[in-house]
């Protein structure tokens, strides 16, 4: 295989990640014999599919041992603080979302900022001789929001299961851990601080700098971004079709459009790309400039002579 993919192995994160390839024309098929850790895109076989869990993931990336990976930006930026120099942030891929967040009880009514827990760090310190804790499996994304703030009078106890439990089990003061709803943060007597949101955290197809990107590598992930960004190119926007009794390419200047062909003649018929939202402005704008027989069409893809993302890619990766 030229090109190694990881996703998540099991859960929600694992189905929408199959669902994404699968919606670019790539539906993702066990290996037989693998145990289940073994998987191949139909459709591009230059593609080994390592299924494991989303902390691997961003492990394997950091160390190379993966091309491409889909896991939460969350995990990325703890395993490797360093981010820029190991992994390149491809695409946010809209699912999977969570917030790295702090919390405190509730039962703090004067504690709403990061300020406030400052001054409570400080009179917890000089009230009890001892550093106020943290529970948290975010150890460098903790450490490096806390410095920002210009908090030092805590101490970071790392969590081994459910953080949000902590504090009323007496093991820490607060926490920071990672929440969708913050509902169960609020049934565990905790509230998230006003300026405490410490990454806005979605699964992000991600690539490691530090694997072996060789030119078979390179190949497969340009067929791959090619195919992934043409489909969604489709799916944000329609094909006008419209004629103009003299073809005038000035004439079609609406923001938003792009000329995808032009008629051969002195008239004749533009082909159109229009996002969909601004579709009706576009459409009212072209009739006012002469445009007639228009219609609006949907496809499965549309190609790119330039491919954003594989662009992104390729000017992240070291140079040879």
């Known amino acids: 295989m030229a090109l190694t993919l ?3 192995s099991k859960g929600r994160l694992q189905e929408q990640a199959s669902e994404y390839f699968a919606d670019a024309g790539f539906p993702m098929k066990k290996s037989a014999g693998a145990r289940g850790y073994r998987a191949t895109l139909a459709g591009l076989p230059g593609v ?15 160390t190379g041992d993966v091309h491409l990976g889909i896991t939460g930006e969350d995990l990325l930026r703890e395993t490797a603080p360093e981010l820029e120099s190991r992994i390149a942030l491809i695409k946010p891929l809209g699912f999977g979302f969570a917030n790295v967040v702090v919390a405190v009880p509730q039962a703090w009514i004067d504690v709403s900022t990061m300020a406030d827990l400052d001054d409570v760090c400080a009179a917890f310190a000089h ?5 106020l804790r943290i529970a948290t499996k975010y150890l460098h994304l903790t450490r490096a929001f806390f410095a ?6 805590y101490r970071i106890v790392e969590s081994a299961g459910a953080t949000e439990g902590a504090p009323s089990a007496g093991t820490a003061e607060a926490i920071v851990d990672i929440t969708t709803t913050g509902a169960t ?15 806005e955290s979605q699964a992000q197809l991600a690539a490691s700098l530090t694997a072996d990107w060789n030119a078979d590598a390179r190949d497969t992930a340009l067929a791959l971004f090619s195919r992934i960004g043409a489909r969604e190119r489709a799916k944000a926007s329609h094909v006008l079709r419209v004629r103009l009794e003299a073809a005038d390419d000035a004439a079609l200047a609406v923001p ?14 533009y082909t159109l790309l229009c996002p969909r939202e601004t579709l009706m402005d576009a459409m009212a704008a072209l009739r006012a400039k002469g445009a007639t027989a228009m219609t609006v069409q949907d496809v499965e893809y549309v190609f790119d002579g330039a491919e954003p993302l594989a ?3 390729f000017s992240a990766l070291p140079k040879a």
């Not at 080994?48 to 950091?62: G, Q, R, T």
């Not at 920002?148 to 009078?153: K, Q, T, V």
Request: aromatic residues 0%.
């Open 311 to 313: 662009t992104k890619l």
């Open 127 to 131: 009230r009890h001789r001892r550093r």
């Open 48 to 62: 080994d599919v390592m299924l494991l869990s989303a902390s691997e993931i961003a492990a394997a990336l950091v």
């Open 185 to 199: 943060l609020a049934a565990n007597g905790l509230k998230i601080l006003d300026d405490g949101t410490i990454l």
């Open 256 to 269: 938003g459009l792009s000329i995808l062909s032009r008629p051969s003649g002195v008239s004749g018929e």
């Open 148 to 153: 920002h703030a210009g908090i030092s009078d």
């Open 6 to 8: 990881a996703i998540p």
